[in-house]
Structures are given as structure tokens and as C-alpha cells.
């Protein structure tokens, strides 16, 4: 069974605090993808990878930035958190370079204060 | 830059009865996916229908697509108390290995 493990459900933060959010897939899966949802907005692509070390900005990068030094890693990383960066953080991946299914974690509530 | 629009944005529905939900978007696709969403959790892909195709079932799912009008529908049929969830659209292009998503309809199925 194909798995997306991302390693929080829930964090609490505080301002300017940096935040690892890490995410780990078990298919070597291709495409790793990180998504925010917010109600009202749906999911918004933040980041995505297509290969080890390569990585494409979404629709809203701006605050965060993405590590993969690993095919079945994939990390998010806000350098200094702010409150409007509370959301739910989601986690995907897919086989190929083909916008096929998508397998998603389970999500990681983040709470900035 | 947000591709499809789901309709409704909230269904309650009695359980047995069937829920249709309508997917539209804006540009040419390579196929459209919906997703499933329970509450605080992940998402899980429920069916794909390639821009070739018209319709496709699975199990209580049926699944439309009229690429003229650039929409969709997901008919879910005899619903159950536990088919309460968010329902996504998704579209992939051509060449792109991304999908984009839509704001999701929340189906409520009352016992």
C-alpha cells in the first residue's frame, strides 16, 4: 500500500521561529508536491520536485523554501514563521512527470502565534 | 491561479438519496481527477478521467466529462452517512506535472 508520511499532524509555533515540516514517500514516486489549504482557497501549490535536488515554485512560495536531498524526502521550511502562515500544510506525490493521481499525507496542522 | 470551480459549494443530502457535484474549468486539460477530502485529514484520489474520454464509473461513482463546456460532474449514488466529506476537482495539463485544484464541495449526508 502506498504511503505519504508527514512526521507532524499538529505543531504551535511562534513568530520568527523557523519550521521543518517533513514529509517521506515509500512508492519512489518522481513528482513531490507541498500544498496549503486555507477555507475559502482551496489547496495552493507552494513548491514542487521533480528530481533529487531540483525543485519548481508554486503558485505562492513566497516565505518558504523546499529541500530534497532524497527521492523519498521532501521538506518545507518556513525560515521565519509569521501568522499568516497558519494553515494546513499537505504533502503529495506522484510516479511521473505526467500530472497523474496524486497520494497525499495526512496533513500538518500549523499554528503560528 | 485557481482552474476549477466546484458547484455546489455545499450539498446536504438525505442518505440513500444520490449527491451530484459539477466541476468547471478555464483551459484545455489532459484529464480531471477528483479527490475526496474527510475532515482535518488528506486527500484521496478517487477516479480519473483522461480528456478522451466521456464518462467513467467506480463502484457508486460516475463521473462525466463534456470537454466543450470544460466541466464535469461526480455523481455519487445511494449515498451513506459516511460519504460526508469534501469533494475536489483537479485538472492536469499537458506537459505539466501539476494539477490544480478547486475549492471543493462539502457534501453533508444526513441518517
Known amino acids: 500500500d502506498v504511503k505519504v508520511t508527514q512526521s507532524s499532524r499538529y505543531l504551535v509555533k511562534r513568530t520568527g521561529e523557523k519550521v521543518f515540516l517533513e514529509c517521506v514517500q515509500d512508492m519512489d514516486h518522481e513528482n513531490m508536491f507541498w500544498y496549503r489549504q486555507d477555507p475559502g482557497l482551496g489547496l495552493r501549490l507552494i513548491y514542487f520536485s521533480y528530481d533529487v535536488k531540483m525543485k519548481e515554485k508554486g503558485d505562492i512560495p513566497e516565505g518558504y523554501s523546499v529541500s530534497r536531498e532524497k527521492k523519498e524526502r521532501f521538506s518545507l521550511i518556513l525560515e521565519s514563521a509569521s501568522t499568516n502562515q497558519t494553515s494546513m500544510y499537505l504533502c503529495?506525490?506522484?510516479?511521473?512527470?505526467?500530472?497523474?493521481?496524486?497520494?497525499f499525507g495526512e496533513g500538518s496542522r500549523l499554528t503560528v502565534l | 491561479s485557481q482552474q476549477g470551480e466546484e458547484d455546489p459549494q455545499a450539498l446536504s443530502i438525505q442518505e440513500g438519496e444520490n449527491a451530484t457535484m459539477n466541476c468547471s474549468y478555464k483551459?484545455?486539460?489532459?484529464?480531471l481527477q477528483w479527490y475526496r477530502q474527510n475532515s482535518g485529514r488528506g486527500l484521496v484520489h478517487l477516479i480519473l478521467?483522461?480528456?478522451?474520454?466521456r464518462e467513467k464509473h467506480s463502484g457508486r461513482l460516475r463521473v462525466t466529462l463534456d470537454t466543450s463546456k470544460k466541466s464535469s460532474s461526480l455523481l455519487i449514488t445511494a449515498s451513506r452517512a459516511a460519504d460526508t466529506a469534501s469533494y475536489f476537482c483537479a485538472t492536469g495539463r499537458q506537459g505539466a506535472q501539476k494539477l490544480v485544484f478547486g475549492q471543493g464541495t462539502r457534501l453533508t449526508i444526513n441518517p
Open positions: 478521467i483522461r480528456s478522451n474520454e
Open positions: 503529495a506525490s506522484s510516479l511521473d512527470r505526467s500530472a497523474g493521481e496524486l497520494f
Open positions: 483551459t484545455s486539460i489532459n484529464n
